[in-house]
Protein backbone atom coordinates (compact mmCIF):
# COMPACT_ATOMS: atom_id res chain seq x y z
CA UNK A 1 0.00 0.00 0.00
CA UNK A 2 1.23 3.33 -1.14
CA UNK A 3 1.11 6.35 0.96
CA UNK A 4 -1.86 8.10 -1.60
CA UNK A 5 -3.50 5.04 -2.60
CA UNK A 6 -3.94 1.34 -2.33
CA UNK A 7 -4.58 -1.54 -4.62
CA UNK A 8 -6.89 -4.90 -4.21
CA UNK A 9 -8.26 -7.65 -5.68
CA UNK A 10 -11.39 -9.89 -5.34
CA UNK A 11 -10.13 -13.74 -4.22
CA UNK A 12 -11.21 -15.76 -7.31
CA UNK A 13 -9.81 -18.62 -8.85
CA UNK A 14 -7.06 -19.13 -10.65
CA UNK A 15 -7.18 -19.76 -15.11
CA UNK A 16 -7.32 -23.57 -14.56
CA UNK A 17 -9.79 -23.51 -12.00
CA UNK A 18 -12.42 -21.27 -13.39
CA UNK A 19 -12.20 -22.29 -16.73
CA UNK A 20 -15.76 -23.34 -17.53
CA UNK A 21 -15.44 -26.08 -19.85
CA UNK A 22 -12.68 -28.02 -18.07
CA UNK A 23 -15.81 -28.45 -15.43
CA UNK A 24 -17.71 -30.45 -18.57
CA UNK A 25 -14.72 -32.15 -19.42
CA UNK A 26 -16.68 -35.98 -19.23
CA UNK A 27 -19.57 -34.61 -21.17
CA UNK A 28 -17.76 -33.36 -23.96
CA UNK A 29 -15.81 -36.59 -23.70
CA UNK A 30 -19.23 -38.68 -24.19
CA UNK A 31 -20.29 -36.02 -27.17
CA UNK A 32 -17.08 -36.72 -28.86
CA UNK A 33 -17.60 -40.74 -28.51
CA UNK A 34 -21.21 -40.47 -29.89
CA UNK A 35 -19.79 -38.07 -32.88
CA UNK A 36 -17.44 -39.89 -34.37
CA UNK A 37 -19.71 -43.24 -34.00
CA UNK A 38 -22.26 -41.30 -35.95
CA UNK A 39 -19.88 -39.59 -38.32
CA UNK A 40 -18.10 -43.10 -39.37
CA UNK A 41 -21.74 -44.65 -39.62
CA UNK A 42 -23.19 -41.63 -42.27
CA UNK A 43 -20.31 -41.69 -44.20
CA UNK A 44 -21.15 -45.50 -44.70
CA UNK A 45 -24.50 -44.53 -45.31
CA UNK A 46 -23.84 -41.74 -47.89
CA UNK A 47 -21.43 -44.66 -49.67
CA UNK A 48 -24.63 -47.23 -49.71
CA UNK A 49 -27.14 -44.67 -50.42
CA UNK A 50 -25.54 -41.85 -52.42
CA UNK A 51 -27.38 -39.46 -50.30
CA UNK A 52 -25.81 -36.11 -50.38
CA UNK A 53 -27.88 -34.59 -47.24
CA UNK A 54 -25.96 -37.99 -45.18
CA UNK A 55 -22.75 -37.08 -46.93
CA UNK A 56 -23.28 -33.34 -45.86
CA UNK A 57 -24.44 -34.14 -42.07
CA UNK A 58 -21.34 -36.67 -41.65
CA UNK A 59 -19.26 -33.43 -42.69
CA UNK A 60 -20.22 -31.27 -40.62
CA UNK A 61 -20.26 -34.15 -37.96
CA UNK A 62 -16.44 -34.16 -38.69
CA UNK A 63 -15.89 -30.58 -37.90
CA UNK A 64 -17.75 -31.13 -34.61
CA UNK A 65 -15.56 -34.21 -33.88
CA UNK A 66 -12.47 -31.49 -34.52
CA UNK A 67 -14.21 -28.80 -32.56
CA UNK A 68 -15.06 -31.17 -29.60
CA UNK A 69 -11.44 -32.69 -29.82
CA UNK A 70 -9.85 -28.92 -29.80
CA UNK A 71 -11.93 -27.84 -26.74
CA UNK A 72 -10.65 -31.01 -24.42
CA UNK A 73 -7.40 -30.20 -25.92
CA UNK A 74 -7.53 -26.56 -25.48
CA UNK A 75 -8.94 -27.64 -21.22
CA UNK A 76 -5.56 -29.89 -20.97
CA UNK A 77 -3.47 -26.99 -22.00
CA UNK A 78 -5.22 -24.28 -19.84
CA UNK A 79 -4.81 -26.37 -16.84
CA UNK A 80 -1.53 -25.52 -16.87
CA UNK A 81 0.13 -22.83 -14.13
CA UNK A 82 0.79 -19.22 -14.71
CA UNK A 83 4.51 -18.19 -15.54
CA UNK A 84 6.06 -14.65 -15.15
CA UNK A 85 5.10 -14.61 -18.73
CA UNK A 86 1.69 -15.70 -19.03
CA UNK A 87 0.22 -14.21 -15.65
CA UNK A 88 -3.53 -16.08 -16.31
CA UNK A 89 -1.67 -19.18 -17.87
CA UNK A 90 -3.51 -20.95 -20.70
CA UNK A 91 -6.94 -19.79 -19.91
CA UNK A 92 -7.55 -18.15 -23.39
CA UNK A 93 -6.55 -21.39 -24.85
CA UNK A 94 -10.39 -22.60 -25.35
CA UNK A 95 -11.33 -19.32 -26.91
CA UNK A 96 -8.68 -19.92 -29.83
CA UNK A 97 -10.30 -23.54 -30.42
CA UNK A 98 -13.95 -21.99 -30.99
CA UNK A 99 -12.60 -19.30 -33.25
CA UNK A 100 -11.12 -22.45 -34.94
CA UNK A 101 -13.75 -24.57 -35.13
CA UNK A 102 -16.44 -21.64 -35.68
CA UNK A 103 -13.73 -21.35 -39.24
CA UNK A 104 -14.20 -25.16 -39.94
CA UNK A 105 -17.98 -24.71 -39.62
CA UNK A 106 -17.98 -22.06 -42.19
CA UNK A 107 -15.77 -24.17 -44.75
CA UNK A 108 -18.26 -26.78 -44.10
CA UNK A 109 -21.20 -24.53 -44.69
CA UNK A 110 -19.96 -23.15 -47.92
CA UNK A 111 -19.09 -26.84 -49.44
CA UNK A 112 -22.63 -27.64 -48.64
CA UNK A 113 -24.08 -25.27 -50.25
CA UNK A 114 -21.94 -25.40 -53.62
CA UNK A 115 -22.52 -29.28 -53.86
CA UNK A 116 -26.88 -28.84 -52.82
CA UNK A 117 -27.24 -26.37 -55.74
CA UNK A 118 -25.11 -28.55 -58.10
CA UNK A 119 -27.28 -31.32 -56.96
CA UNK A 120 -30.24 -29.21 -57.72
CA UNK A 121 -29.26 -28.38 -61.23
CA UNK A 122 -28.04 -32.36 -61.98
CA UNK A 123 -30.56 -34.38 -59.52
CA UNK A 124 -29.07 -37.20 -58.34
CA UNK A 125 -30.27 -40.90 -57.36
CA UNK A 126 -29.81 -42.28 -54.02
CA UNK A 127 -31.32 -44.93 -51.70
CA UNK A 128 -34.43 -43.48 -49.88
CA UNK A 129 -35.10 -46.64 -47.41
CA UNK A 130 -31.85 -46.85 -46.52
CA UNK A 131 -31.50 -43.28 -45.89
CA UNK A 132 -34.02 -43.04 -43.53
CA UNK A 133 -32.32 -46.06 -41.22
CA UNK A 134 -28.99 -44.38 -41.67
CA UNK A 135 -30.94 -40.98 -40.99
CA UNK A 136 -32.76 -41.84 -38.62
CA UNK A 137 -29.42 -43.28 -36.24
CA UNK A 138 -28.14 -39.80 -36.89
CA UNK A 139 -31.11 -38.53 -35.01
CA UNK A 140 -31.00 -40.47 -32.09
CA UNK A 141 -27.66 -40.71 -31.34
CA UNK A 142 -27.78 -36.59 -31.31
CA UNK A 143 -30.52 -36.60 -29.31
CA UNK A 144 -28.61 -38.05 -26.63
CA UNK A 145 -25.78 -35.92 -26.73
CA UNK A 146 -28.17 -32.79 -26.94
CA UNK A 147 -29.14 -33.82 -23.13
CA UNK A 148 -25.43 -34.94 -22.41
CA UNK A 149 -24.32 -31.26 -22.94
CA UNK A 150 -27.58 -29.51 -21.94
CA UNK A 151 -26.40 -28.46 -18.64
CA UNK A 152 -22.69 -27.12 -19.81
CA UNK A 153 -23.78 -25.33 -22.59
CA UNK A 154 -24.88 -22.39 -20.81
CA UNK A 155 -21.02 -21.79 -18.93
CA UNK A 156 -18.96 -22.40 -21.65
CA UNK A 157 -18.57 -20.92 -25.45
CA UNK A 158 -16.96 -24.49 -25.76
CA UNK A 159 -19.93 -26.44 -25.20
CA UNK A 160 -22.36 -24.17 -26.23
CA UNK A 161 -20.36 -24.60 -29.54
CA UNK A 162 -20.86 -28.38 -29.14
CA UNK A 163 -24.01 -28.12 -28.19
CA UNK A 164 -25.73 -25.75 -30.97
CA UNK A 165 -23.76 -27.77 -33.65
CA UNK A 166 -25.22 -31.45 -32.48
CA UNK A 167 -28.11 -29.81 -31.98
CA UNK A 168 -28.02 -28.41 -36.15
CA UNK A 169 -26.56 -31.94 -36.72
CA UNK A 170 -30.20 -33.54 -35.03
CA UNK A 171 -32.10 -31.07 -37.41
CA UNK A 172 -30.01 -32.19 -40.01
CA UNK A 173 -30.54 -36.30 -39.67
CA UNK A 174 -34.44 -34.94 -39.36
CA UNK A 175 -34.28 -33.45 -42.51
CA UNK A 176 -32.23 -36.49 -44.38
CA UNK A 177 -35.13 -38.85 -42.72
CA UNK A 178 -37.78 -36.12 -44.08
CA UNK A 179 -36.18 -35.56 -47.65
CA UNK A 180 -36.14 -39.82 -47.94
CA UNK A 181 -39.42 -39.98 -47.28
CA UNK A 182 -40.98 -37.03 -49.85
CA UNK A 183 -38.03 -39.22 -52.08
CA UNK A 184 -40.30 -42.41 -51.35
CA UNK A 185 -43.43 -41.13 -52.08
CA UNK A 186 -43.21 -38.37 -54.66
CA UNK A 187 -40.07 -39.53 -56.89
CA UNK A 188 -38.66 -36.11 -56.45
CA UNK A 189 -34.90 -36.81 -56.21
CA UNK A 190 -33.96 -32.86 -55.42
CA UNK A 191 -35.48 -33.43 -52.15
CA UNK A 192 -31.98 -34.42 -50.62
CA UNK A 193 -30.51 -31.71 -52.40
CA UNK A 194 -32.84 -29.29 -50.64
CA UNK A 195 -32.28 -30.79 -47.32
CA UNK A 196 -28.63 -30.41 -47.64
CA UNK A 197 -28.75 -26.72 -48.10
CA UNK A 198 -31.35 -26.53 -45.10
CA UNK A 199 -28.04 -28.11 -43.19
CA UNK A 200 -26.75 -25.67 -44.47
CA UNK A 201 -28.94 -23.13 -43.57
CA UNK A 202 -28.61 -24.18 -39.76
CA UNK A 203 -24.71 -24.20 -39.97
CA UNK A 204 -24.08 -20.78 -40.54
CA UNK A 205 -25.95 -18.67 -38.16
CA UNK A 206 -25.29 -20.43 -35.19
CA UNK A 207 -21.70 -20.39 -36.41
CA UNK A 208 -21.62 -16.35 -36.48
CA UNK A 209 -23.37 -16.84 -33.24
CA UNK A 210 -20.49 -18.70 -32.14
CA UNK A 211 -17.66 -16.79 -33.85
CA UNK A 212 -19.10 -13.31 -32.97
CA UNK A 213 -18.73 -14.36 -28.82
CA UNK A 214 -15.20 -15.64 -29.06
CA UNK A 215 -13.95 -12.78 -30.86
CA UNK A 216 -15.65 -10.64 -27.91
CA UNK A 217 -13.33 -12.23 -25.85
CA UNK A 218 -10.73 -12.19 -27.63
CA UNK A 219 -11.13 -8.05 -28.13
CA UNK A 220 -12.05 -7.59 -24.57
CA UNK A 221 -14.90 -6.40 -24.98
CA UNK A 222 -17.04 -6.03 -21.85
CA UNK A 223 -18.81 -9.22 -20.51
CA UNK A 224 -22.05 -9.50 -21.88
CA UNK A 225 -23.80 -10.04 -19.01
CA UNK A 226 -22.38 -6.87 -17.16
CA UNK A 227 -23.69 -3.98 -17.40
CA UNK A 228 -21.00 -1.16 -17.27
CA UNK A 229 -23.44 1.96 -16.61
CA UNK A 230 -24.82 -0.36 -13.45
CA UNK A 231 -21.53 -0.81 -12.40
CA UNK A 232 -20.12 2.61 -12.54
CA UNK A 233 -23.64 3.34 -10.85
CA UNK A 234 -23.17 0.77 -8.42
CA UNK A 235 -19.27 1.85 -7.34
CA UNK A 236 -20.56 5.37 -7.52
CA UNK A 237 -22.88 4.87 -4.49
CA UNK A 238 -20.94 3.41 -1.98
CA UNK A 239 -20.26 5.65 0.58
CA UNK A 240 -17.03 7.92 0.60
CA UNK A 241 -16.97 7.52 -3.12
CA UNK A 242 -16.73 10.48 -5.24
CA UNK A 243 -15.28 9.93 -8.43
CA UNK A 244 -14.35 6.61 -10.76
CA UNK A 245 -11.91 5.89 -13.80
CA UNK A 246 -9.90 3.75 -15.63
CA UNK A 247 -13.11 1.42 -15.34
CA UNK A 248 -12.58 -1.86 -17.51
CA UNK A 249 -14.32 -5.20 -17.60
CA UNK A 250 -13.27 -8.34 -20.10
CA UNK A 251 -13.34 -12.05 -20.39
CA UNK A 252 -9.99 -14.36 -19.53
CA UNK A 253 -12.08 -17.06 -20.98
CA UNK A 254 -15.34 -18.65 -20.00
CA UNK A 255 -16.70 -18.68 -16.74
CA UNK A 256 -13.89 -16.20 -15.96
CA UNK A 257 -14.62 -12.37 -16.08
CA UNK A 258 -12.45 -10.12 -14.67
CA UNK A 259 -12.40 -6.33 -13.61
CA UNK A 260 -10.25 -3.02 -12.68
CA UNK A 261 -10.71 0.36 -11.62
CA UNK A 262 -9.30 3.53 -10.13
CA UNK A 263 -11.82 4.65 -7.54
CA UNK A 264 -11.66 7.96 -6.19
CA UNK A 265 -12.53 8.02 -2.32
CA UNK A 266 -13.08 10.95 0.54
CA UNK A 267 -9.74 11.33 2.26
CA UNK A 268 -12.08 11.83 5.79
CA UNK A 269 -13.95 8.40 4.43
CA UNK A 270 -10.43 6.88 3.24
CA UNK A 271 -8.94 7.88 7.41
CA UNK A 272 -12.21 7.27 9.22
CA UNK A 273 -12.83 3.63 7.73
CA UNK A 274 -9.51 2.38 6.18
CA UNK A 275 -8.73 0.75 3.02
CA UNK A 276 -9.24 -3.04 3.65
CA UNK A 277 -13.12 -1.73 5.25
CA UNK A 278 -13.48 0.19 1.13
CA UNK A 279 -12.12 -2.65 -0.58
CA UNK A 280 -14.26 -5.00 0.84
CA UNK A 281 -17.13 -2.97 0.04
CA UNK A 282 -16.42 -2.76 -3.28
CA UNK A 283 -15.45 -6.41 -3.71
CA UNK A 284 -18.89 -7.26 -2.00
CA UNK A 285 -20.69 -4.50 -4.12
CA UNK A 286 -19.46 -6.45 -7.53
CA UNK A 287 -19.58 -9.92 -6.57
CA UNK A 288 -23.12 -9.78 -5.42
CA UNK A 289 -25.06 -7.87 -8.04
CA UNK A 290 -22.30 -8.68 -11.28
CA UNK A 291 -21.37 -12.20 -10.37
CA UNK A 292 -17.86 -10.94 -11.17
CA UNK A 293 -15.20 -12.50 -8.34
CA UNK A 294 -11.53 -11.34 -9.87
CA UNK A 295 -11.50 -7.43 -9.13
CA UNK A 296 -8.42 -4.88 -8.93
CA UNK A 297 -9.32 -1.59 -7.51
CA UNK A 298 -6.95 1.38 -7.23
CA UNK A 299 -8.33 3.20 -4.18
CA UNK A 300 -6.90 7.02 -4.76
CA UNK A 301 -7.44 10.12 -2.72
CA UNK A 302 -9.03 13.36 -4.66
CA UNK A 303 -6.55 14.86 -6.42
CA UNK A 304 -4.53 11.98 -7.43
CA UNK A 305 -5.27 11.39 -11.01
CA UNK A 306 -4.38 14.90 -11.83
CA UNK A 307 -1.49 14.17 -9.80
CA UNK A 308 -0.42 11.60 -12.05
CA UNK A 309 -1.25 13.21 -14.92
CA UNK A 310 1.04 16.00 -14.37
CA UNK A 311 3.97 13.56 -13.92
CA UNK A 312 3.48 11.76 -17.15
CA UNK A 313 3.69 14.91 -18.48
Known amino acids: MGAGHSHGHGHGHGPAAGTAT ?3 RGRLLTALGITLLVLVTEVVGSAVTGSLALLADA ?3 ATDAAGI ?9 AARPPSDRRTFGFARAEILAAVINAVLLFGVGAF ?3 EGVRRLVVPQH ?12 GLVANSVSLLVLMRGQAESLNVRGAFLEVMADAFGSLAVVLAAVVFLTTGWRQ ?11 LIVPRTWRLLREA ?8 PKDV ?3 EVRSHIEGLPGVVGLHDLHAWTITSGLPVLSAHVVVSQDVLESVGYEKMLHDLQGCLGTHFDVEHCTFQLEPVGHAEHEARLCH
Open 22 to 24: AAH
Open 59 to 61: GHM
Open 69 to 77: AMALLAVHI
Open 112 to 114: IFY
Open 126 to 137: FHGGATIVFGLI
Open 191 to 201: ADAVASLLIGL
Open 215 to 222: LDVLLEAA
Open 227 to 229: DMS
